[in-house]
């Protein structure tokens, strides 16, 4: 128990830090932390394939066991904020395609003017 | 066409449409003998829906792919804004479940009382009875609606509201889904309007039953709020 205490603590922090950035930040500086943040993965993974102890070496000075298990916990977080930044995406993507589709629908639409006496057909012709 | 004394003609009843071609055209007919103005927006319906309304005399707009409940109102709310001549807008159920004579009593009440909005509510009176499962969610949701935005109700899930012109400009439903009913309580709460409450009578019919939505509906609503 003693051990995994700081992974713990570690992961515990990461975990609500990716949350609450990714909720609030949006625009230049996140886009950048995030490609930042890319590039470090990328040259770790590098390193990692070069040197694959270093995990392991990396685990015992946070207090995990194995190297494998250190992956699998950044895996955890990696697929976390994924989830997050994913899901945020595609709302945004949803109200910009809602606004589209909404002017379309007005500019179609027959005008309360266009009311025939009868009350009868308002369709625009096709 | 109205008989009653205060006049229905800058009154639009709003009416989301998704699927309904069975009930639309009679809902849509029996609504326009008190209401003349019913837009209905067809939420990118598969069936004969939009025109089923549009020859019972509503002014159709067609969403052109399928948006969601609450993205149907805020089109409808924009339509309806631009008729200069509207004072109150009125949404409504598709599917047969809301009586005209309930909005009629809710515009008297807004008008008598000075009221921005009236929100109708199944539990102000027990006409309506809803099975015991649903009425605990909905119970439970109203409560969460209640806590979240400051409002006091006693119904926040009802699909049938009467907004006076001033609120509706000010109205922006950017929850699609089914978390609209309470981003427009919370939106309308902070406006710091005058609002009340109206006791209505919505109609458990087998086939509102067969449509309605099922109670897991209500993690996602949970969900979407969450996230928003």
Do not use: C
Request: zero cysteines.
């Amino acid at each position: 128990m003693n051990t995994l205490l700081i992974i713990q603590v570690v992961l515990i922090v990461v975990v609500i830090l990716v949350v609450a950035r990714l909720f609030r930040s949006r625009g230049a500086r996140a886009q950048a932390i995030r490609r930042l943040g890319l590039v470090v993965f990328a040259v770790f993974a590098a390193v990692s394939i070069l040197f694959p102890d270093v995990w392991t070496r990396l685990a015992h000075k946070v207090g995990v066991g194995r190297g494998a298990d250190l992956v699998l916990y950044a895996l955890v977080v990696a697929f976390l904020s994924f989830t997050v930044t994913t899901y945020l995406r595609f709302r945004d993507l949803e109200t910009n395609y809602t606004r589209l589709a909404r002017r379309i629908a007005l500019t179609e639409a027959p005008r309360p003017t266009d009311r025939d006496d009868d009350g009868g057909h308002h369709d625009i012709p096709r | 066409m109205s008989t009653s004394a205060p006049s229905t003609d800058d009154v639009w009843l709003v009416v989301p449409l998704f699927n309904e071609e069975t009930v639309i055209a009679d809902v849509v007919r029996d609504a326009r003998r008190t209401f003349p103005n019913v837009v209905v927006v067809d939420d990118g319906s598969s069936d004969g829906s939009a025109d089923a309304a549009a020859s019972a005399g509503a002014f159709v707009v067609r969403h052109p792919v399928n948006l969601g409940q609450g993205a149907a109102l805020q089109t409808g709310f924009e339509y309806a804004r631009s008729v200069p001549s509207m004072r109150w807008v009125v949404t409504f159920d598709a599917d047969g479940q809301h009586q005209v004579s309930d909005v009629l009593a809710m515009l008297e009440k807004a008008r008598a009382e000075d009221l921005q909005v009236v929100f109708g509510s199944r539990f102000l009176d027990d006409r309506t009875t809803p099975s015991p499962m649903k009425k605990v969610i909905l119970r439970l949701a109203v409560g969460y609606t209640n806590v979240t935005t400051g409002t006091k109700l006693t119904d926040a899930h009802n699909g049938l509201r009467v907004i006076s012109r001033d609120v509706v400009e000010r109205l922006d439903i950017t929850q699609n889904r089914m978390a609209h009913a309470s981003e427009l309580v919370a939106q309308i709460g902070q406006m710091k309007v005058a609002y009340g409450e109206s006791p209505v009578h919505i109609l458990y019919t087998d086939y509102s039953k067969s449509k309605g939505q099922s109670l897991w509906n209500s993690v996602n609503i949970l969900v979407e709020l969450m996230f928003r």
